[in-house]
């Protein structure tokens, strides 16, 4: 009896503890590696010259336009050939748009 009933709290412990665990870490110099932004864009001179420079991007554009140059480029250039990262998880989202604000 004793042994059901702790179980069920370990199970519980396990539920909350689950429920609670704060968003994944994500380094988002990595992140934007992987997305592919410095084949387009350079930060310190490093990346792709078809775009323009990001060192100052945070200097320029607040998180809110940021935010909304990521998920929409057309919506701030409708000529844009940047493609969207719409599709990124919001935590991964919040660490770009954090990272490029930082940049200035
Ligand atoms: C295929 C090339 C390409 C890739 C990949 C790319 N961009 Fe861009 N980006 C551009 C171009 C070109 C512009 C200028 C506007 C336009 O024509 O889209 C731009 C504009 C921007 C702007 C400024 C928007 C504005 O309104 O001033 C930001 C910020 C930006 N890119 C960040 C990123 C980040 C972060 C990534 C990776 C997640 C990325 N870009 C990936 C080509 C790219």
């Not at 493609?83 to 919001?90: D, G, I, T, V």
Request: a positive charge; aromatic letters at 4%.
């Amino acid at each position: 009896m004793r042994k059901k009933v702790s179980l069920a709290g370990l199970g519980l412990l396990l539920l909350f503890s689950l429920a609670a665990a704060p968003a994944p870490v994500v380094s988002a110099p990595d992140l934007a590696r992987r997305l592919g932004c410095w084949a387009c864009h350079s930060v310190h001179e490093q990346g792709g010259k078809t775009a323009l420079p990001l060192d100052r991007i945070g200097a320029h554009l607040n998180p809110e336009d940021l935010r909304a140059a990521l998920i929409r480029p057309r919506s701030r250039q409708p000529q844009a050939l940047m493609p969207s990262y719409a599709h990124l998880r919001p935590w991964e989202m919040q660490a770009l748009v954090d990272y490029l604000a930082g940049l200035k």
